[in-house]
C-alpha cells in the first residue's frame, strides 16, 4: 500500500506510473471517492461533536427543554447512521482500488508494457555446447527414474512430482550450497511456516490481487492460507513492530515448501518439472531503512548471481520492465539460466526492492533520531529447486546420459563426479 497523500498532493506521479505499468485503473474515481470519504468522516465528527454537546448540556436543561433536545438528538442520531451507512458503502468500493494501486517505479527500474522490453543487463558464460544431441531433462530423469509424475498424479493429480534417488541427494546439495553461501553473507537462516492466516497474506499483497492462485485451507475452521512463496511469514515476522536499530539491514534466508494453484497458462509447459502446484525454494527477505534499499538490492542480486556462477549455469541478468513488475515491487531483476532442453533461457530467480509497500500494509517501522519511519523490506528467490535441477540436469549431461555434478555441490554428495 502506498502513501495517500503522495497520490493526494501530486496525482499525475501516479497517473503516470499506472500508464508505464501498463495497468487500467480509474484513478479519477479513486480521487473522488477519497474526496467524498474525507467529506464524509468530516461530517460525522461535527456530528459526534454536536452529539457529546448536547450531552453535557441536557442535564441542565429543563424537562420542557431536555425533551427538545432530545428530538434534536434523535436526529443527529439519525442523520449519523445514514451517514455511516455511506460511508460503509463507499469504502467497499474505494479500498477495492487502493489495495490494487501499484508502488510508486525507482527511477533506475526499465520501462516497457510488457516482458518482450525487460533489458538484459549482463550475461555469463555462453549457452552450453554440445558435441551430441542434448536432451531434455525429462528425457533423461525417464531413464534415470529420478522423477516420478505419474504415481503422484494418481495420487495427487496434474503438476505434481516424486523426486527420487540421486536427485534427491542432488537436491539438498544445493539447498546446502545456497544457505552457506548466504550464511556466510550475514543472513540469518529462520525456518517459518508455511501456513498462515489472512493479514499476513494481505499484508504482503498476495490478497485481494493474488486469491485466485492462492490455497484456502479450513475455510470454516482454521480459515488459513499456504504460502506460495515463504516471503509471506518472513516479511510478516517483524508485522506491528518499531525497529529499534536497523542501521545494519536485518537479512534472513531460509528454505520452504511453497504452493500454488494456478501454475502458469492452461497447457503450458506441461512436460517436466517447470511448473508445479508444489514446490522448493531458497529465499531471501531484508528490512533496512529508506535510503539504503537500492543499494541493498544490488548485493542480493549479487549474492544470487554468485550461486549461479558457482554452478557455473549460463544465465542472463534482466532488469525488469515496468509493464512485467508485480504491483509492489519498485524495481526487480531477474536471472534467467540457459536450458539447452528448450533453448531458451528460463527464469530461475528474482530479486525484488518493494521500499514501503508490505512495511506499511504490515506496520513495521523503525526508529531514527527519536522519529518512526517505515523500513524498506526486498526479498528475492535465490534458487527455485526444479528449475535448478533442470538447469543442471540439461547443462551437465554427457553422451551416455549421465549428469556430471557442479564442482561446488561434490562436497554434499560425497565428492562424486557424476549420477
Given amino acids: ?131 551430441f544431441e542434448p536432451k531434455t531433462h525429462y528425457e533423461i530423469w525417464e531413464k534415470k527414474w529420478w522423477i516420478d509424475t505419474e504415481k503422484w498424479s494418481e495420487i495427487s493429480g496434474a503438476r505434481f512430482w516424486y523426486v527420487k534417488w540421486d536427485l534427491v541427494f542432488l537436491q539438498f546439495a544445493i539447498i546446502q550450497y545456497a544457505l552457506l553461501k548466504l550464511s556466510s553473507k550475514w543472513f540469518s537462516p529462520i525456518l517459518p511456516p508455511v501456513l498462515v492466516r489472512e493479514p499476513a497474506m494481505f499484508g504482503t499483497w498476495f490478497l485481494p490481487a493474488g486469491e485466485d492462485g492462492v490455497y484456502r485451507v479450513n475455510e470454516n475452521d482454521d480459515d488459513l492460507y499456504l504460502v506460495g512463496t515463504a516471503e509471506v511469514p518472513v516479511t510478516s515476522y517483524h508485522a506491528g513492530e518499531i525497529i529499534e536499530d536497523l542501521s545494519a539491514p536485518i537479512k534472513y534466508v531460509w528454505y520452504s515448501e511453497c504452493f500454488r494453484k494456478e501454475a502458469g497458462s492452461a497447457g503450458k509447459d506441461m512436460r517436466g518439472i517447470l511448473r508445479g502446484h508444489q514446490f522448493q525454494k531458497v529465499e531471501m527477505v531484508c528490512f533496512c531503512k529508506q535510503e539504503d534499499s537500492q543499494k541493498l538490492h544490488n548485493e542480493m542480486v549479487e ?94 549431461q554427457d553422451e551416455n546420459g549421465d549428469v556430471i555434478i557442479p564442482e561446488v555441490l561434490r562436497p554434499f554428495m560425497w565428492w562424486k563426479e557424476k549420477i
Fill in 1 to 131: 500500500m502506498i502513501d495517500l497523500k503522495a497520490i493526494r498532493t501530486n496525482p499525475e506521479q501516479m497517473r503516470e506510473n499506472i500508464q508505464k505499468r501498463n495497468l487500467k485503473v480509474d484513478l479519477d474515481a479513486f480521487l473522488e471517492m477519497d474526496k467524498k470519504i474525507i467529506q464524509l468522516n468530516q461530517e460525522l465528527d461535527a456530528l459526534k461533536a454536536s452529539k457529546n454537546l448536547f450531552s453535557k448540556l441536557i442535564p441542565t436543561l429543563s424537562n420542557e427543554e431536555k425533551q427538545i433536545k432530545l428530538i434534536e438528538m434523535k436526529a443527529l442520531w439519525e442523520q449519523e447512521k445514514n451517514l455511516s451507512e455511506q460511508l460503509k458503502s463507499l469504502e467497499k468500493d474505494y479500498n477495492a482500488i487502493l489495495y490494487r494501486l501499484p508502488n510508486f517505479l525507482d527511477e533506475t527500474a526499465a520501462i516497457g508494457p510488457d516482458d518482450s522490453w525487460n533489458v538484459v543487463e549482463k550475461t555469463f558464460l555462453k549457452p552450453t555446447q554440445f558435441d
Fill in 303 to 396: 549474492v544470487e548471481e554468485e550461486i549461479w556462477q558457482g554452478l557455473k549455469i549460463p544465465y542472463q541478468k534482466l532488469n525488469v520492465c515496468s509493464g512485467d513488475l508485480g504491483n509492489p515491487a519498485m524495481k526487480k531483476y531477474d536471472l534467467e539460466a540457459w536450458m539447452p532442453g528448450q533453448q531458451k533461457f528460463r527464469e530461475v530467480t528474482s530479486c525484488s526492492n518493494v521500499g514501503e509497500y508490505q512495511s506499511r500494509r504490515l506496520w513495521i517501522r523503525y526508529r531514527e533520531d527519536g522519529k518512526t519511519k517505515y523500513a524498506h523490506t526486498l526479498n528475492g528467490t535465490v534458487i527455485a529447486l526444479s528449475r535448478c535441477l533442470i538447469a543442471i540436469i540439461e547443462n551437465y
